[in-house]
């Protein structure tokens, strides 16, 4: 009987058709920058929140392309689950791609590990975490930058 299922899921799998592997809640953090998102997946009818709002009441269009493109590339499958994302710190774009790679991780959590190839092979940030930091600015010229001295003449 359970090959029988197992044979069914991963034919399931192969054809794209990914089912729900639990029907417990996922909780998913993702970071970008200073940026951090929380992401709470549960089982129910495709309804997008971002910040206590609509994913479609954000205006800026780049903001809502990156906050749907993990939903674009798990297929229809996301549309049985309610995906609530709450985002704190940095910038506009850096909230959207930390609520980004929450969604994904999320769906990970949930759909199983043929979401996490398929999310690999499109974009590894979309689940892996970017620890590039910038620089802090040096004492003597502090309001110039990190490593900028000031200019010279040669002659």
Avoid: C
């Amino acid at each position: 009987m359970k090959e029988k299922q197992k044979k069914q899921e991963s034919e399931k799998a192969a054809e794209g058709k990914a089912e729900p592997k639990k029907k417990k809640p996922a909780f998913s953090i993702g970071k970008r920058k200073k940026a951090v998102a929380w992401a709470s997946i549960r089982p129910g009818k495709g309804i997008i929140m971002f910040n206590s709002r609509p994913v479609e009441s954000v205006e800026n269009e780049t903001m809502r392309l990156l906050l749907k493109e993990p939903l674009m590339l798990s297929g229809d499958a996301w549309k049985n689950f309610n995906i609530s994302v709450r985002t704190k710190g940095g910038g506009i774009l850096g909230q959207a791609q930390a609520a980004r790679q929450a969604i994904a991780r999320g769906l990970v959590d949930m759909l199983g590990s043929n979401m996490k190839k398929i999310f690999m092979e499109y974009d590894r940030n979309i689940l892996v975490y970017d620890p590039r930091r910038t620089e802090p600015h040096k004492p003597p010229r502090s309001s110039q930058g990190p490593r900028r001295y000031k200019q010279r003449s040669k002659r």
